[in-house]
């Protein structure tokens, strides 16, 4: 079997490394022991964002590891065991690597096969790492789940989840509920006013536009560490040149919110 990667707890990893993680994903449909609707929840994701399409696969890393990166930087910055919120965790790619680093996190997500994914996963890499996964899983409706009761939160996390599960003021002010006088935001979502947005119907979602994020996280006190688009150019751009050549001219156009079909921000409250 091809060697598994588990990263270092402690150490803030490169986007280098971070690409590495999610190439475990293909080794670990050799490895665990899923049923037929667990493989295919897992299979289906992955493939729709894009890793298991070789022609895509350039533009899920840009698109993936290069946020992931950065939001570990700024939840690891100074707690070396933060309590993370993984909002809409799926089968739980981000809260296991947050866990593998040090973090303890709260994993809630609806989808009870997702979950039952992410367990059967977290098994196999505290078999490997040797070491126990502090992740709680639970399959609640993220807008009535308890989060005082699960607090503190230290840091929350969403992936394209956050703008699925509405209305964003009642989710974020109940999750806030929860969360430590110091809490740290790290949120990942589609740019609703991206020229792919105004072109297909479909994508004009009535969810908060990147400057509504930005305004929204201020009325609660929250201050911008960053915010940003997180990818521009299209899938197959990026298997056109290299990273060397692609990397500068999307950031270029990341800075303009015309561009962009997804942003990233990082916010803090003290």
């Not at 367990?119 to 807008?143: D, H, P, V």
């Not at 009325?219 to 688009?229: D, L």
């Amino acid at each position: 079997m091809t060697t598994i990667y588990i990263p270092d707890a402690g150490n803030a990893p490169s986007e280098a490394e971070v690409w590495r993680w999610y190439l475990n994903i293909e080794k670990e449909f050799r490895s665990l022991d899923l049923t037929e609707t667990e493989r295919s929840c897992m299979r289906a994701y992955y493939s729709e964002a894009g890793l298991l399409r070789r022609w895509r696969r350039r533009f899920f890393r840009r698109h993936y590891a290069r946020p992931v990166r950065d939001v570990i930087a700024f939840f690891f910055s100074d707690a070396s065991r933060p309590v993370v919120l993984d909002l809409g965790c799926g089968v739980g790619t981000q809260s296991l690597l947050f866990a593998l680093l040090g973090a303890s996190v709260i994993a809630v997500d609806m989808d009870t096969v997702a979950l039952g994914v992410l367990r059967k996963r977290q098994a196999l890499y505290e078999r490997l790492s040797g070491r126990t996964l502090s992740i709680r899983c639970s399959a609640e409706n993220a807008l009535s789940f308890d989060y005082a009761e699960s607090g503190p939160i230290e840091c929350v996390f969403s992936m394209f989840a956050f703008n699925m599960m509405q209305p964003s003021d009642v989710l974020l002010d109940r999750i806030l509920k929860g969360s430590t006088g110091k809490v740290r935001i790290g949120i990942l979502d589609g740019n609703n006013r991206s020229w792919l947005a105004r072109l297909v119907p479909s994508r004009r979602r009535r969810v908060w536009s990147p400057q509504q994020f930005g305004m929204e996280l201020a009325r609660r006190g929250f201050s911008v560490a960053s915010h940003r688009g997180a990818v521009s150019l299209p899938p197959m751009f990026w298997n056109l040149a290299p990273f060397s050549i692609l990397e500068p001219i999307d950031a270029r156009m990341n800075d303009n919110w015309f561009f962009p079909i997804s942003h990233l921000v990082l916010a803090e409250r003290q």
